[in-house]
Structure formats: structure tokens, C-alpha cells
T-cell receptor, first 111, second 110 residues
Framework: DGGITQSPKYLFRKEGQNVTLSCEQN?????MYWYRQDPGQGLRLIYY???????QKGDIAEGYSVSREKKESFPLTVTSAQKNPTAFYLC??????????FGNGTRLTVT | SQQGEEDPQALSIQEGENATMNCSYK?????LQWYRQNSGRGLVHLIL?????REKHSGRLRVTLDTSKKSSSLLITASRAADTASYFC??????????FGQGTRLTINP
């Protein structure tokens, strides 16, 4: 079955540590996106990539970094510079401006 | 910044009743999309309405768009327990860079 796999589902880190969230898709989609969701809130765009080896900042990119070395993969690193990293992180993909297809998210808790 | 605002924030109805959710936005759009999110899961696309369309149907879903008022509504008819979820509207800034509203939490009571 085609889809987006985010791993792990739950992630716990100590403050000051960088952490990388995985996102893999087998839909052959060109574009991939990272969103952050806080409790009771909508989604906010962190980074997006429309083609391999290229990515753009979204609305809340500070404290995050990404790479897009392969079409299938778009990992997100939450750095120690991100002041409030605890959140639910969602990865999505799209092709030809079709509606977004989402993974099931990673819930990150930083203490 | 969040462009969409949804109303109500929470809605609780009896199974079989209709549910209406509203969304307002601030700037010109290419299209407006509605998504559903079950608790702790990713979002699922429901329906897309383009800026030159006024109404669209998909099964038990009806979406309207009023670009003069910068607003949209989602109607779910004959609700079922499985419709319990959060519903989000999202506007497209181009290249599927979506701006999401804060969502409406819908609870269907048996």
C-alpha cells in the first residue's frame, strides 16, 4: 500500500539535545511538507520541498532544519535552538498540486 | 500566521442530525480544502473547492464557498458516530502551502 510513514510515533528527549524525525513516502510524490500542531490548534508550516535537493522555509522554520537528498525521504531535525519543541509533528506529500496526503505523526516531548 | 478561523470550536450533536461548520479567511485564495483528523492521527483530505466554485458535494458532505464574504461552510448530513473528529479548513497560498484554521471538534452522540 502506498503511503507516508513517520517514525517513531512517540519520541522523548532531554532539553538541549537535537532530535531527527523520520518521514518516508512511497507515493512517488514530488513535494513534501512538515507541519507542527500544538494542542487544540491548527497546523503551522515548518519547511517544504518541491523537488529533491531543494527546500524552503515555511512560517515557523526557526530552530528546525531539513534535508531532501532522496525523493522518498524528508527528515526533520529539531535543534536545541527551538524554544518550545514539544508538539505533534506531521509530514505530508503532494504531487501536481493535489491535496496533501499526511502521515500519522510523531509526538515529540522534550523535558 | 493563521489565516482561517473556524466556528464553532466545538460541536456536539446526536447521531442522525446534521452538522455545520464554518470557516473564514482573510486573503484571496486559489482554493479552499477541508480535512478531517481523528484523535492522535494525521489529517485526511475530504473535499476541495476552487475559488470559482460556489458549492460542491461529496457523499454526505456539502461545501459552500462565498469569496465575497471570504467564508466557507462544511455540512455533514445524517451524522454517524464515526464522524466524530476534528475538522479543519485550509487555504492554499500556492504550491499546496496550506494555511489551516484552528479546527472544529465534532462529537456525535449515539
Amino acid at each position: 500500500d502506498g503511503g507516508i510513514t513517520q517514525s517513531p510515533k512517540y519520541l522523548f528527549r532531554k532539553e538541549g539535545q537535537n532530535v531527527t524525525l523520520s518521514c518516508e513516502q512511497n507515493l512517488n510524490h514530488d513535494a513534501m511538507y512538515w507541519y507542527r500542531q500544538d494542542p487544540g490548534q491548527g497546523l503551522r508550516l515548518i519547511y517544504y520541498s518541491q523537488i529533491v535537493n531543494d527546500f524552503q522555509k515555511g512560517d515557523i522554520a526557526e530552530g528546525y532544519s531539513v534535508s531532501r537528498e532522496k525523493k522518498e525521504s524528508f527528515p526533520l531535525t529539531v535543534t536545541s535552538a527551538q524554544k518550545n519543541p514539544t508538539a505533534f509533528y506531521l509530514c505530508a506529500s503532494s504531487t501536481n498540486n493535489s491535496p496533501l496526503h499526511f502521515g500519522n505523526g510523531t509526538r515529540l516531548t522534550v523535558t | 500566521s493563521q489565516q482561517g478561523e473556524e466556528d464553532p470550536q466545538a460541536l456536539s450533536i446526536q447521531e442522525g442530525e446534521n452538522a455545520t461548520m464554518n470557516c473564514s479567511y482573510k486573503t484571496s485564495i486559489n482554493n479552499l480544502q477541508w480535512y478531517r483528523q481523528n484523535s492522535g492521527r494525521g489529517l485526511v483530505h475530504l473535499i476541495l473547492i476552487r475559488s470559482n466554485e460556489r458549492e460542491k458535494h461529496s457523499g454526505r458532505l456539502r461545501v459552500t464557498l462565498d469569496t465575497s464574504k471570504k467564508s466557507s461552510s462544511l455540512l455533514i448530513t445524517a451524522s454517524r458516530a464515526a464522524d466524530t473528529a476534528s475538522y479543519f479548513c485550509a487555504t492554499d497560498r500556492g504550491a499546496q502551502k496550506l494555511v489551516f484554521g484552528q479546527g472544529t471538534r465534532l462529537t456525535i452522540n449515539p
